[in-house]
């Protein structure tokens, strides 16, 4: 096995990244970045890993889809009940990452997570595929379940609930936004001399760059 991991080797060579290629907000940055991962058919350009810590200082990661762009920072929805609420609840911290390997970029984040104002989970909530609504109510989210079956009865448990009527929101169910402290931009470089530009903000709250070693 380790012969053949050994041979999985890519050079970067689609692109750079220079001082000249920085805007003054990371947040323009990232859009920017986000629109060519759209434009280059990316699967699933708003994918994003989401890092946290338990209690315990055990770190758990996993991806979840990035849902809005605010002036702050980042939101995504969940289970309150699910693993990673039950982390946030013990420590806000979080990290993201977006990893685009057609683009050879990824983009690292930190920042702290709170929940979102429940109008503004109700209405993301509304605009959801009736089956995702469903299946909010369906899955009581990273707990264990005695078969898939039974998750199939849940869902149609569920179906026959909200027949012919709008399925509301569950209490347990709502979106975090992650507010941000740092942005690290990677572009990925031949001989793993990778482009790296970090972002924090000064004590006059402006956000500042520079160039990290690879």
């Known amino acids: 096995m380790q012969d053949q991991i050994l041979k999985l080797r890519k050079e ?79 420590n806000a911290m979080i990290s993201l990452n977006f990893f685009w390997p057609q683009l050879e970029r990824q983009i690292r984040i930190e920042g702290k997570a709170e929940k979102l104002p429940e109008i503004v989970s109700q209405q993301y909530f509304a ?15 990273s707990n264990a379940i005695e078969s898939r079956k039974w998750l199939i009865d849940q869902e149609e448990l569920f179906e026959n609930k909200f027949k012919g009527v709008d399925v509301p929101k569950p209490q347990h169910w709502g979106g975090y936004l992650v507010v941000v402290n740092n942005f690290e931009f990677w572009q990925g470089r031949e001989n793993r001399l990778h482009d790296r530009f970090y972002y924090q903000k000064n004590k006059s709250n402006q956000w500042i760059s520079e160039r990290l070693a690879p």
């Open 127 to 141: 605009k959801r595929p009736r089956g995702s609504q469903i299946g909010a109510w369906a899955s009581p989210q």
């Open 12 to 90: 970067y060579t689609l692109n750079g990244l220079d001082v000249e290629n920085l805007t003054s907000n990371p947040f323009d940055l990232f859009k920017v970045w986000l629109q060519q991962a759209i434009k280059a058919n990316v699967s699933e350009p708003n994918a994003m890993s989401v890092a946290t810590v338990n209690e315990f200082g055990q770190p758990s990661i996993r991806i979840v889809l990035l849902r809005d762009v605010l002036d702050n920072g980042f939101t995504f929805y969940t289970n309150y009940q699910s693993k990673k609420a039950k982390d946030i609840g013990a």
